[in-house]
């Protein structure tokens, strides 16, 4: 085989091994930032561990992205919470629109070294949410703070956890492929 033809073949490859790595990237950070929690990023679990007599504040934060016409907000502006107790929190979303629109909610937790410790049961953020037009749904959401965070010298001092959600419209065409 000539060099040059080798080199364009291996140039090919590469070109195909950095494609394919920049579409895996995505998925792959999301992946690594729930593992261990970086960027307060928070966890799922299937229970709490159970209560133990210290509480944290847990306020909740909402933002709804323009190009989506909806209001979006939490029952209470915030909650204390017992530190391994399961907790339900309830936030309203409503369609302000004359038609149907699908949303998904990114969500993040503050400090960034408490998203390690906080958990969620269940979540509206974990599946795409559908309002018909000028319809309010009421949404919950099922959490804890693990008794863990108390252990780790980094997040001693959290006595405030902000919970933030952001809802963004679903691209229709995506959405039915």
């Known amino acids: 085989m000539n060099r040059n ?19 895996a990237s995505v998925p ?50 915030a909650v204390t919470v017992t530190i391994g107790a399961r907790q339900m929190a309830f936030f309203t979303a409503t369609n302000d629109s004359d038609h149907e629109i699908t949303g998904t909610a990114t969500f993040n937790v503050a400090p960034a070294q408490a998203g390690k410790y906080f958990s969620k049961i ?31 010298p980094d997040a001693t001092d959290v006595d405030t956890i902000t919970l933030s959600y952001t809802f963004y419209p679903v691209d229709s065409a995506k959405a039915a492929g």
Not at 143 to 150: A, G, I, R, S, T
Request: net charge positive.
């Open 122 to 152: 269940q979540c509206f953020c974990f599946t795409q949410q559908t309002l018909k037009p000028h319809e309010t749904v009421r949404m919950p959401v099922i959490f804890f703070v693990d008794p863990k965070m108390l252990k780790d």
């Open 28 to 77: 792959l950070y999301r992946i690594f930032c729930q593992a261990t929690g970086i960027n307060g990023t928070t966890q799922r679990a299937l229970a709490a561990p159970g209560a133990i007599n210290q509480t944290v504040r847990v306020d909740f934060d909402t933002n709804v992205s323009p190009k989506l016409p909806w209001a979006f907000k939490p029952e209470q502006p």
């Open 5 to 23: 033809l080798r080199t364009a073949i291996l140039a090919g490859i590469g070109v195909c091994c950095m494609t394919g790595l920049g579409f």
